[in-house]
């Protein structure tokens, strides 16, 4: 069983930075791959950034050149570095673990990030 908790979110305004980061507990295989997705009410989850355990990564168009995703794998921790913040990046922000297997996916309780105009 995997635990993971969010923090760093907030208030910031547009063309701020924030950094979330996302400590997980329990066992992190390196075949796990850690991300973070947001969500903004009444419209589906959607991917911000992924990477996998040797460093690889994909990002969503809208955050590329923004937000950094990185992995810290002796603490079980993945940050965003989030920069150039616009109000469209408002959403809840959830770290995820996916395993090999379908069964292995876990999810953060989320953490609002709001950016003001």
């Known amino acids: 069983q995997v635990q993971l908790v969010e923090s760093g979110g907030g208030l910031v305004q547009a063309g701020g930075s924030l950094r979330l980061s996302c400590a997980a507990s329990?066992?992190?295989?390196?075949?796990?791959?850690m991300g973070w997705y947001r969500q903004v009410p009444g419209k589906q989850r959607e991917l911000v950034a992924v990477?996998?355990?040797?460093?690889?990564?994909n990002y969503a168009d809208s955050v590329k050149g923004r937000f950094t995703i990185s992995r810290d794998n002796a603490k079980n921790t993945v940050y965003l570095q989030m920069n150039s913040l616009k109000p469209e990046d408002t959403a809840i922000y959830y770290c995820?673990?996916?395993?090999?297997?379908?069964?292995?996916?876990?999810w953060g309780q989320g953490t609002q990030v709001t950016v003001s105009s």
């Open positions: 995820n673990v996916r395993g090999a297997i379908a069964t292995r996916l876990y």
């Open positions: 329990g066992s992190i295989f390196s075949t796990d791959v």
């Open positions: 990477i996998r355990s040797g460093g690889s990564t």
